[in-house]
């Protein structure tokens, strides 16, 4: 699932705040969740897998892409952030 494709599920922009998100999942859950649709429980149960993909993909990314680029460089000849050591290698050198 591709990560735009997880914003219009969730029925929010890429720019929406992580409070928008977590509210909209929680607007979408009700509207689809299984007990509130008892005539159509098959699309229901679908609709809400989606949906819970959709939102734990979205809320991974954040943080991922948030930690990669808080601790990455920007190598300005590259034009590329440069992934950070690992902590393994951290320790490693200081031994």
Known sequence: MEIQQCYKILNVSE???NDEVTK???QLAMKYHPDKNKDREDWANEAMKKLN??????????FENTA????ATYDTQKQEYTKPP?????RNKNK
């Open 24 to 26: 909209s999942f929680k």
């Open 86 to 90: 690992s902590k393994d290698k951290e």
């Open 15 to 17: 720019s929406a705040s």
């Open 68 to 71: 990669y680029y808080e601790k």
């Open 53 to 62: 993909q959709a939102y734990s993909f979205v809320m991974r990314y954040r």
